[in-house]
């Protein structure tokens, strides 16, 4: 299988007055088809990872490559090239735009690359959004936004999908729409690469992880 990226002993520190080191020699290879869960408790560093992954942060040490290529040859534009072009992130908090309705936030961000109208719409009927999607973010219930913003995270059809917490305020019915289209994913040839505190979805994963002490053990 094709490596999408690659990370090569790692480490990230924060410093507010006391140093804070969530990832310590982390090593992390992406490959096409992968779906990676990485479980850990709340502070250990998911965020701060994914946020990495997606080139959102840099590192203090260590190497990121991304299609085989060190991410520090790479200028702002070209970051923001990759970004747009090859990541597709869904974060923690929803970070929808409050003047656009649903469907509107979800077109903006792909406004690069000619979205699908139909497709737009198959996928909002499964995400269970048709009826919502001329909705503003603060008419949508917490698990609504997050099914919006996976929307948008995917439907570009990037090479790498960084989904931190996916399932937070869904029910179980959700749960399982979201990890199954996850997974749907990966058979398309993308990469997922997934954030949880939720050990009950280690069982849609083709590797799991557990980040522990800064760096990522087999589970
Ligand atoms: N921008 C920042 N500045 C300073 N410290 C930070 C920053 N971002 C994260 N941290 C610290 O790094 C540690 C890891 O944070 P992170 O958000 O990655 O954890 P997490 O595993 O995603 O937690 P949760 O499950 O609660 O989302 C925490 O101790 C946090 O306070
Ligand atoms: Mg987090």
């Known amino acids: ?14 410093n507010m007055g006391e140093e804070v080191t969530p ?50 040859e790479y200028n702002d534009s070209g970051l923001s090239n990759i970004r747009a ?46 009826d919502r999607e001329n909705f503003l973010p603060f008419q949508l219930s917490g698990g609504q936004r997050r099914r919006a913003g996976l929307a948008r995270s995917i439907i570009c059809k990037p090479k790498l999908i960084l989904a931190d917490e996916p399932t937070n305020d869904l029910d179980q019915k959700w749960s399982d729409v979201v990890m199954n289209l996850l ?7 993308s990469a997922v690469v997934m954030v949880t505190h939720n050990k009950d979805l280690i069982k849609f994963a083709s590797k799991s992880y557990l980040l522990k002490d800064g760096s990522l053990k087999n589970i």
């Open 1 to 14: 299988m094709k490596e999408i990226c690659r990370l090569e002993n790692i480490v990230k520190k924060f």
């Open 183 to 189: 997974v749907e994913k990966t058979k398309e040839n």
């Open 23 to 72: 990832l310590y020699n982390l090593n992390l290879t992406v490959n096409e088809g992968d779906f990676i869960i990485i479980e850990g408790p709340s502070g250990s560093g998911k965020s701060t990872l994914l946020y990495l992954i997606g080139t959102l942060l840099k590192a203090d040490q260590g190497k990121y490559f991304f299609e085989g290529k060190n991410i520090d």
């Open 85 to 130: 072009r090859k990541i597709g992130f869904l974060f923690q908090e929803s970070n929808l735009i409050q003047a656009l309705t649903l469907r509107q936030n979800i077109e903006f961000v792909s406004k690069e690359k000619k979205i699908d109208s139909k497709e737009l719409t198959d996928l909002l009927k499964k995400l269970g959004l048709d």
